[in-house]
């Protein structure tokens, strides 16, 4: 059974870190492009971070260059998104994917809320 189960969303004050993880099951992870998606209410689903299956690229959405990192950890087979300098508009419900040209499978969500 296909696993994405992500983890480390909360509260955290404006300027705070927060690490988010996915922790994949069910399929073969290495193989898989991993992206982290996120929605803010009455928003539209938008890309947040992409990795490739062999962690040689990297896509980040311009709201989040140079404060997120996307990585992946084969070994674990988890993914991780390390986020910096957090702001009242990244809060947003984050959702892990995972992506092949054959199947697409989505975790289901962790929130995260940055606040005063």
């Known amino acids: 059974q296909v696993q994405l189960v992500e983890s480390g969303g909360g509260l955290v004050q404006p300027g705070g870190s927060l690490r988010l993880s996915c922790a994949a099951s069910?399929?073969?992870?290495?193989?898989?492009?991993m992206r982290w998606y996120r929605q803010a209410p009455g928003k539209e689903r938008e890309l947040v971070a992409a990795l490739s299956a062999d962690g040689g690229s990297t896509t980040y959405a311009d709201s989040v260059k140079d404060r997120f990192t996307i990585s992946r950890d084969n070994v674990k087979n988890t993914l991780y998104l390390n986020m910096n300098s957090l702001k009242p508009e990244d809060t947003a419900f984050y959702y892990c994917?995972?992506?092949?040209?054959?199947?697409?499978?989505w975790g289901q969500g962790t929130q995260v809320t940055v606040s005063s």
């Open positions: 994917n995972a992506w092949s040209v054959a199947n697409d499978y």
């Open positions: 069910g399929f073969t992870f290495y193989r898989y492009n």
